[in-house]
């Protein structure tokens, strides 16, 4: 099952334009959090528990690493999302 998702993961990251210094810095922050947080569980230590408890995993931190530097770096891209075509709805009825 865990390989079924890391192929899913392999796919959609091959469709990321990595041409773009943002795309890249989004995913190598977002890979960088999730493996060190996974190394170095202890490094919430010190922190407020309901802080550790959301943050103490690699998956849920590097989530929200890239959700945030992609919401941040990709919010002015006019062509983020030209694959979506409008549907043609015919409202006369």
């Known amino acids: 099952m865990f390989a079924m998702v890391a192929v899913a993961g392999i796919q959609m990251l ?8 943002s795309n890249m810095l989004v995913v190598a922050c977002s890979i960088g959090i999730g493996l060190g947080i996974t190394a170095v569980p202890t490094i919430f230590n010190q922190t407020p528990t309901i802080f550790k408890s959301i943050f103490s995993s690699g998956i849920v931190s590097a989530s929200v690493v890239a959700v945030l530097l992609n919401a ?3 919010h002015d891209d006019k ?4 694959d979506i075509k409008p549907s043609k709805v015919d409202l006369d009825v």
């Open 79 to 82: 062509d983020a999302h030209s």
């Open 72 to 74: 941040f770096m990709n």
């Open 14 to 21: 091959a469709k990321v334009d990595f041409n773009r210094n």
